[in-house]
């Protein structure tokens, strides 16, 4: 007999126990666990209580859902009574299944944020500033008057050091520190983290919201006297940000602020606040600059000492500017931090000819190091990174343009010392050292690789060791452009959230990675950068101005909330990004009122970057905008938003007609005859049912003449294999998987690729590095990884039911391959796919999460035995034979695992 199924992995607003949330209904789900098969939830309830008391003993005083007869364990809204600011909210889910046992969860938690703008008492503080002229900014000067040490406001971007001591006479209860910073802060309580994040609060339009943090320091407080303490960068926020052409400083602001409040909760009922405001402390540190592009000077001999213990005496310290709460919003965070993921070790070091020490980290990575030594007092230890290396083996720093990605550490000279650089990241696979005079040893350099910390949910792997190093590739490179935004590339000074190559890299990224929060708070900096027409720009947070609405690229703001909803299931990201998203289509409706879209206001970046350019860009418009269309309908029809989701089909049906009329011809060849042409005209379902087999005939014939190559760049590569097996042309999407020579994902892997190329032709042994725009870290390219899922593993979901409540398990072989296999852990539970293939057997491992079914598809077996686990298919009641020909075997199953064997016939 089977257990009860049990409700665990609470999420509320796709995070596990967040302490900060500023929606009012928030989303709540969990996952489902349980052994056995066609396991169900056939009814739910859950608890919200505003006491662990309360929650313990399943009273819910702030909501009660009663029993709801439903299946459904993703995004059912909290629908009880109006939260209020700082509210702890106990919750727990008890679940009925298919027997109609009921199981309790575990207890979770949400806390609500600061929901009311004027509970924000604090003042935004900065360091000490000096105008260029040498006047004083206002309130910098020194308690007694002084003047204080020249810093230029423009230019120079040191670290500054903030405290304020206080006193407790009580026990604490609890304590929650808010806070954020117009540029990055780190907040310290008594000599300890608040916790181990970095370059908080994040990106985005700072002038339009910022996102603060909310920290449980309970424990970090104690009777006595106390000290809250922050160091506080420019940042994005008035450091160096953006591309070489348009490089500058201070996007949104001259300085760095900071602003929190620690909310003291006592025994006795009573709080404590401490906020930022004129009696907190400021002084300059050890760190006279520290930027994102430029990198980080640090003079050890400066270091102050013991600053953020009380004991420290601060007396000598300045007052720090004061100014006084704006308009900005301030909303809470969104998605989890940035944190440091993983740690590389160095796998070759070599002398250069200068005599310094360059590290190889094995692989291309982003974040900075962990350093270590020890010298004489005022010795410089220099580091520079670079992401490959020259043809005298040289540190190859051409491709970073502007930025230097430098950072200069000043010894004390005493003992061994540790620098790890605070405000900047880099991205790189070796460190050049200069300056020791000591010999090196295996912990000198430590790579620290930094991301937005979102959890791992994918697994692949096959019999091919070019595939697996390409899936290897791929998730490095969403490991290092996943930071606060996702940025083009890690290391030149661009480090942008363009639109396009988020758009075609979503689905891959979330298989990967829960990317749902990730996701959520991005689209928050798409709408805040639209325009007013209703074009959305090109970048997001958009430092570029007056460029907006490329083909492609703009799709994004459609394009984006579609695939979380059909990855996560979330309506709410729909809900949130309608109006923008009905914008933008009434701006494409209005501007290209026969259909084909030609006017792009701004730019038309075609399929950047294709080995093929012949694609013409008013096709790569108009299809972009049919897939817009096509999306708006579906997800109006998820919302039961019936009219408008009438309303957009009809419009996706007249786009389809007149793409037809201008741009494929009567024997169904589409305009400019490019793979990118047809990908886009088959995978967007713009060519009728009765040209796809001639359409799908000139892809692999134009396939066929380049060797069996791809031409396609950023827009057509994501559809590229996908599209060819939905044609019926597997094989000639493992040939091209498979090559190793120009253009390919093997010929980048075969000279030295740990991550994905930008170019194709990124180096060649011909000509060595692209003069221009050569990133060595760019995932666009690395949108393949979807296929690897969801035809070589072969696990997907059916559209129609969204976040897999209905999975497709229908792996696709070919390319000699032997094996394959994937586990995604989805939002409704893990599902696996494992198959192996030998000269006359076939067997496929199955893992089918509760509460979801499948479809199994099969490989014919030609009069062969078909078994699960030992069993002949026929006395297996609770499986469904679904269709049974030449071409296929379909299966309906339920969860549970399964382990599928086919003898194969010669």
């Not at 120009?742 to 180096?763: F, L, M, Q, V």
Request: aromatic share 12%; proline share 5%; charged share 25%.
């Amino acid at each position: 007999m089977t257990d009860a199924l049990r409700p665990m992995n609470l999420r509320c607003q796709h995070l596990c126990d967040p302490l900060a949330i500023d929606e009012p209904s928030p989303s709540l789900s969990w996952l489902l666990s349980g052994g056995g098969r066609n396991r169900l939830q056939t009814a739910y309830r859950i608890i919200v209580s505003s006491s662990q008391e309360g929650i313990r003993h399943l009273k819910g005083d702030l909501w009660d859902s009663e029993k709801v007869n439903s299946d459904e364990t993703l995004d059912v809204r909290y629908r009880g009574k109006a939260l209020e600011s700082r509210q702890p909210c106990f919750w727990a889910v008890c679940i009925w299944d298919e027997k109609s046992r009921e199981c309790w969860s575990e207890p979770a938690v949400w806390e609500m944020g600061i929901l009311d703008k004027q509970q924000w008492v604090a003042n935004w503080i900065g360091g000490p500033v000096t105008f260029q002229n040498g006047t004083d900014a206002p309130g910098s000067r020194e308690s007694n008057g002084n003047a204080l040490p020249m810093v230029s406001a423009i230019g120079s971007t040191p670290i500054f050091y903030l405290r304020k001591s206080f006193e407790i006479d009580r026990s604490v209860v609890k304590a929650r520190l808010y806070a954020t910073a117009r540029g990055v802060y780190r907040a310290i309580i008594n000599d300890l983290n608040a916790d181990d994040r970095s370059f908080a609060p994040g990106w985005s339009d700072y002038n339009k919201r910022i996102e603060y943090q909310c920290y449980d320091v309970t424990q970090n407080l104690t009777q006595g006297t106390n000290t809250l303490c922050a160091m506080l960068g420019e940042g994005w926020y008035a450091g160096f940000v953006g591309p070489f052409e348009r490089r500058r400083a201070n996007h949104y602001g001259l300085r760095a602020f900071f602003i929190a409040q620690l909310v003291i909760e006592f025994e006795d009922g009573e709080q404590l606040v401490i906020k930022t405001d004129q009696s907190w402390r400021a002084h300059l540190g050890p760190v006279s600059h520290s930027d994102f592009l430029l990198g980080e000077l640090h003079d050890g001999r400066k270091e102050l000492v013991d600053w953020s213990k009380s004991s420290y005496d601060d007396a000598h310290w300045y007052q720090p500017i004061v100014d006084f709460p704006n308009a900005v919003n301030l909303v809470a965070e969104k998605a989890q931090p940035i944190r440091v993921v993983e740690e590389l070790n160095p796998v070759d070091v070599t002398q250069t000819q200068e005599g310094g020490f360059l590290f190889d980290l094995g692989e291309n990575m982003v974040g900075r190091v962990r350093f270590k030594t020890h010298g004489s007092e005022g010795q410089r230890i220099t580091l520079r990174h670079g992401e490959a290396l020259d043809k005298n083996g040289a540190l190859y720093t051409e491709n970073l343009r502007f930025a230097k990605s430098e950072d200069t550490y000043i010894l004390t000279g005493s003992g061994e010392e540790i620098y790890e650089p605070l405000f900047t990241y880099h991205g790189f696979r070796y460190v050049e050292v200069s300056g020791l005079t000591h010999s090196i040893k295996p912990d000198t350099v430590t790579g620290l690789v930094l991301m937005t910390d979102t959890p791992e949910t994918g697994e692949f792997s096959c019999s091919n060791p070019l595939v697996n190093q390409l899936q290897k590739n791929i998730l490095r490179s969403q490991k290092g452009n996943f930071l606060s935004i996702p940025t083009d590339c890690p290391q030149r000074d661009e480090r942008l959230g363009w639109l396009g190559d988020a758009e075609v890299f979503a689905r891959t990224a979330a298989y990967n990675m829960d990317v749902s929060a990730f996701f959520s708070k991005w689209m928050d900096d798409v709408t805040d950068a639209q325009l007013g027409d209703g074009q959305y720009t090109d970048t997001a947070p958009c430092i570029i101005f007056g460029t907006g609405g490329a083909p492609g690229w703009a799709e994004a703001g459609v394009i984006v909330p579609w695939t979380m909803y059909l990855m996560y299931g979330d309506k709410s990201i729909i809900e949130r990004n309608w109006d923008a998203m009905t914008k933008w289509m009434d701006f494409l409706r209005r501007t290209n009122p026969d259909h084909i879209r030609t006017l792009c206001l701004n730019m038309n970046f075609g399929d950047w970057l294709a080995p093929d350019p012949n694609t013409p860009k008013p096709l790569v418009a108009t299809a972009f905008y049919a897939r817009c269309a096509d999306l708006m309908a579906r997800m109006a029809t998820a919302l039961e938003r019936s009219d408008e989701a009438e309303a957009y089909q009809f419009l996706f049906q007249k786009i389809a007609r007149a793409f037809q009329e201008e741009f494929v011809d009567p024997q169904s060849r589409v305009a400019g005859d490019t793979q990118t042409s047809y990908l886009l005209a088959l995978g967007f379902n713009l060519i009728p049912k009765d040209k796809r087999a001639a359409a799908g005939q000139y892809l692999v014939a134009d396939i066929k003449a380049r060797d069996w190559h791809l031409s396609s760049g950023f827009l057509g590569i994501n559809l590229l294999l996908p599209v060819l097996c939905d044609i019926g042309h597997t094989d000639t999407a493992f040939r091209i998987l498979l090559n190793e020579d120009y253009p390919s994902w093997g010929y980048c892997i075969k000279h030295g690729a740990t991550s994905i190329w930008e170019r194709w032709d990124s180096w060649t042994p011909e000509n060595g590095f692209q003069e221009i725009m050569n990133s060595f870290n760019h995932y666009a390219y690395g949108s393949v990884g979807e296929w690897f899922y969801r035809y070589l593993a072969g696990i997907d979901t059916y559209e129609d039911s969204s976040a897999f409540k209905e999975i497709s398990i229908d792996p696709h072989l070919g390319g000699g391959l032997t094996s394959a296999q994937a586990t995604y852990l989805s939002c409704r539970g893990p599902i696996k796919s494992a198959w192996r293939l030998t000269e006359h057997q076939f067997e496929l491992d199955v893992v089918i999460p509760p509460n979801t079914s499948a479809v199994v598809a099969l490989p014919p077996h030609e009069g062969g035995s078909l078994t699960e686990g030992g069993i002949k298919i026929e006395g297996i009641p609770e499986i469904e034979m679904l269709r049974q020909d030449e071409r296929e075997i379909r299966l309906k199953t339920p969860s549970g695992t399964f382990n599928f064997s086919m003898t194969l016939l010669p």
